[in-house]
């Protein structure tokens, strides 16, 4: 059965940093897109990131600050979150969507229907 499962989440002063990661079973990457969205409370949830096997996209929000890995090998893809600020607090999500495309500013990464397995989140909380 697939199964995306988070890890990796906590509390972080403003300006550190935190290594999500996504076990992604079952699943062999380069043949899906892999998103991170996060969800902040009273907030809708939006897209962080975007992978595929040819390319990756950030949101505004993060770019130059969160960075996408992947190791195919290990069905695992990580979120790199440096310089973090108080509003990246929020329950971060994987997301496998089957349609590997979409990954850049005109596609439909970003939007939560365009993907077909979602992981259960990992809190991120940023506070001094």
């Known amino acids: 059965q697939a199964q995306l499962v988070e890890s990796g989440g906590g509390l972080v002063q403003p300006g550190g940093s935190l290594r999500l990661s996504c076990a992604a079973s079952?699943?062999?990457?380069?043949?899906?897109?892999i998103s991170w969205f996060r969800q902040a409370p009273g907030k809708q949830r939006e897209g962080v990131s975007c992978s595929s096997d040819v390319t990756t996209y950030y949101a505004d929000a993060v770019k130059g600050r969160f960075t996408v890995s992947r190791d195919n090998a290990k069905h695992m893809v990580y979120l790199q979150m440096n310089s973090l600020r108080p509003e990246d607090t929020a329950i971060y999500y994987c997301?496998?969507?089957?349609?590997?495309?979409?990954?850049?500013?005109?596609?439909?990464?970003?939007?939560?229907?365009?993907?077909?397995?979602w992981g259960r989140g990992t809190q991120v909380t940023v506070s001094s």
């Open positions: 079952s699943f062999i990457l380069d043949y899906y897109r």
């Open positions: 997301a496998v969507g089957e349609n590997r495309r979409g990954c850049g500013p005109s596609g439909v990464w970003n939007k939560t229907g365009a993907y077909d397995y």
